[in-house]
């Protein structure tokens, strides 16, 4: 099947085929139809599968099939949890709307305001919008949403994670009653499941990858190792294997810092990205990635969202997530589009108890190689919790998403 199969017009695909694409990828086989079909959209599609495409795609070809006879109003509303998938998603909809007559742009937080303000008032047809820029647009009676006609939650579970669910409450109490919902996410928690149903009718479900399942595409390896000795190991996998673009979890800001100087110091050249650096050093710290003048980009859960490297070929957890999802996504990064990706993990025995919740959580066990030279002390062994620390491990598992919002939130909004 190709594009043209899909009931895009020429316009479309003529944007299409500039970018190199002849064949459009699962998700976008199912979800473009159904998006033109104008029914809501339920879509479980993991990172890497084109699910950007899957809806700019038929958002474009919409508003051409329905062009508005008054002035320019927002009637497409893209709503992603960072600043780095907002200009991600804002990239696609420039890049396959070319060709079309209409305006699109870009609002999130940390950077000015007025340049975004002056945008919106020469009128827009398309908006890309992190939540708590928005609603800063909307008191600011700088921002009309009673004429959209579409809303996109694009990794909506993200959204979720990072404490945005009252902040997108009063958003779509600003939208019209009658309007497309799109709901993409990578993973159907519960929440997801409550979210799904009080915002889509009848929705048509699309599901690309199984449930909280990783990709087929990535290969996935446990080292273990004494915590002690991680960045060595670290620094000998990146020069013995000769990898030129990793991408390094780790799971604090201050850790991501540290561990960005010892690779430096090592004549590996490293950037840190997280929620404290400014848009533009994160900006700045992408691109020079993506150009390869950084071999190593050392970033945090919430920074790497929107990271967008159709062929980046490493993924490393420098430490595991506290929560097993948060390994679905990590490793989502790797793999993409039909590309062979490797995921690796270094696993102190203080993580075991974390790398059992994930492999529950993927339905697999992952398979583990001591790297010579790097065998972990069997004299070793974790700290015994105390009951309350179980306990209280316990319920932050439980409760995790929750009681990371509002941490996560206070960063997430200034998105």
């Not at 990578?186 to 009718?201: G, Y």
């Not at 490297?309 to 490793?331: G, T």
Request: glycine content about 6%; hydrophobic content about 35%.
């Amino acid at each position: 099947m190709s594009f043209s199969n899909l009931g895009l017009s020429d316009p479309i695909l003529r944007a299409i085929a500039e970018q190199g694409y002849s064949e459009p990828t699962p998700v976008q086989k199912q979800a473009i139809p159904v998006i033109l079909s104008q029914k809501d959209v339920l879509a479980g599609a993991q990172t890497g599968t084109g699910k950007t495409a899957g809806f700019t795609l038929p958002l474009l070809q919409q508003l051409s099939d329905n062009p508005s006879k008054s002035k320019r109003h927002v009637r497409a509303l893209v709503l992603t949890p960072t600043r780095e998938l907002a200009a991600q998603v804002g990239e696609s909809v420039a890049t396959y709307g070319k060709y079309l007559p209409f305006k699109s742009t870009v609002i999130y937080g940390g950077v000015g305001i007025n340049p975004q303000i002056a945008t919106l008032k020469k009128g827009v047809d398309i908006l890309v919008a992190t939540p708590g820029r928005l609603l800063d647009l909307v008191n600011q009676k700088k921002l009309d949403l009673s004429f959209v006609e579409t809303l996109v939650l694009d990794e909506a579970d993200r959204m979720l994670d990072m404490g945005f669910i009252n902040d997108i409450k009063k958003i779509l109490a600003l939208l019209p009653k009658k309007r497309q919902n799109l709901l993409f996410s990578a993973t159907f928690s519960d929440e997801i499941k409550k979210l799904a149903d009080s915002l889509l009718n009848t929705p048509a479900l699309i599901e690309v990858a199984r449930r909280n399942r990783t990709s087929q595409s990535v290969a996935q390896l446990v080292y273990p190792v004494d915590k002690g000795r991680k960045r060595e190991l670290l620094i000998h996998v990146i020069k013995k294997g000769k990898w030129k673009q990793v991408l390094v979890f780790t799971r604090t800001k201050h850790g991501a810092n540290r561990l960005s100087e010892q690779l430096g110091k090592k004549g590996i050249t490293s950037a840190a990205i997280h929620g404290n650096k400014s848009q533009g050093a994160r900006t700045k710290a992408l691109a020079d990635f993506k150009s390869g003048a950084v071999r190593v980009l050392v970033a945090t859960d919430i920074a790497a969202r929107g990271i967008d490297i159709d062929q980046l070929p490493h993924v490393v957890n420098f430490e595991l997530p506290n929560v097993p999802e948060d390994y679905v996504h990590r490793i989502g990064r790797t793999g993409r589009a039909g590309n062979e990706g490797e995921a690796v993990s270094l696993v102190c025995v203080e993580e075991h108890e974390l790398l059992n919740g994930i492999e529950k959580l993927i339905k697999r066990k992952i398979d583990k190689t001591i790297v010579e030279g790097f065998e972990p002390d069997p004299m070793i062994v974790p700290e015994p919790k105390k009951k309350d620390q179980r306990n209280n491990s316990r319920r932050r598992s439980r409760n995790s998403k929750r009681d990371s919002s509002k941490k996560q939130s206070q960063s997430a909004k200034r998105a």
